[in-house]
C-alpha cells in the first residue's frame, strides 16, 4: 500500500503484463482493473470466435479482481473496446452470459477500436471487497 492508500493488485493467473502499468489498483473502496484482452496466463491468444474471445477477456479481468478480494460481478463501469462494432451482438451475448440473467449489470461503454491480432479489449471499474 503506498502512503496515498493506493495498492497495485497483480494476479500471475491473468495475462503477463506488456507494458508500464498495473493489472490493477486499488483505492477508495474501488479497483480500477487495466484493459484485458483474450490472452491466457503465458500471453497465447485464446478463443477463434468473438464470443470465445471476450469470455477469456472477462475471465482475465475476474480473475485479477479476485485478487484484489473482489469479483467482475461487482463491476460498477466497464469499457468495452472492439476491433469491429458489427460483433457488438457477439459480444453483448457472451457479456450477458458471464455476468447471469437479472444480475445488476455495470455501466458499459463500447466503442471500435485499432485492435490488431484479436477481436476485444475491456476494462472495467469493480467495487473492492
Same mark, same amino acid.
Given at each position: 500500500?503506498?502512503?496515498? *492508500?493506493?495498492? #497495485?493488485? !497483480?494476479?500471475?493467473? +491473468?495475462?503477463?503484463? /506488456?507494458?508500464?502499468?498495473?493489472?490493477?489498483? %486499488?483505492?477508495?473502496?474501488? &479497483?480500477?482493473? /487495466?484493459?484485458? +484482452?483474450?490472452?491466457? /496466463? %503465458?500471453g497465447? @491468444? &485464446?478463443?477463434? /470466435?468473438?464470443? %470465445?474471445? &471476450?469470455?477469456q477477456?472477462?475471465?482475465?479481468?475476474?480473475? =485479477?479482481?479476485?485478487?484484489? *478480494? $473482489?469479483?467482475? $460481478?461487482? !463491476? =460498477? #463501469?466497464? *469499457?468495452?473496446?472492439? #476491433?469491429d462494432?458489427?460483433?457488438?451482438? %457477439?459480444?453483448? *451475448?457472451?457479456? #450477458?452470459?458471464?455476468?447471469?440473467?437479472?444480475? =445488476?449489470?455495470?455501466?458499459? $461503454?463500447?466503442?471500435?477500436?485499432?485492435?490488431?491480432?484479436?477481436? =476485444?479489449?475491456?476494462? !472495467?471499474?469493480? @467495487?473492492?471487497?
Amino acid at each position: 500500500m503506498t502512503d496515498d *492508500g493506493r495498492r #497495485r493488485i !497483480a494476479s500471475s493467473d +491473468a495475462p503477463p503484463q /506488456s507494458g508500464g502499468y498495473s493489472q490493477a489498483i %486499488e483505492a477508495n473502496g474501488l &479497483v480500477f482493473l /487495466s484493459g484485458q +484482452a483474450p490472452f491466457d /496466463s %503465458e500471453g497465447k @491468444l &485464446v478463443g477463434g /470466435s468473438v464470443a %470465445e474471445q &471476450v469470455a477469456q477477456t472477462l475471465y482475465n479481468l475476474d480473475v =485479477v479482481a479476485r485478487s484484489a *478480494g $473482489t469479483s467482475l $460481478t461487482r !463491476a =460498477v #463501469r466497464v *469499457g468495452v473496446y472492439l #476491433r469491429d462494432l458489427e460483433d457488438f451482438v %457477439e459480444m453483448d *451475448g457472451a457479456f #450477458r452470459a458471464f455476468f447471469g440473467d437479472g444480475a =445488476v449489470l455495470p455501466a458499459r $461503454t463500447t466503442i471500435q477500436s485499432d485492435l490488431i491480432g484479436f477481436a =476485444v479489449e475491456i476494462d !472495467a471499474i469493480v @467495487l473492492a471487497s
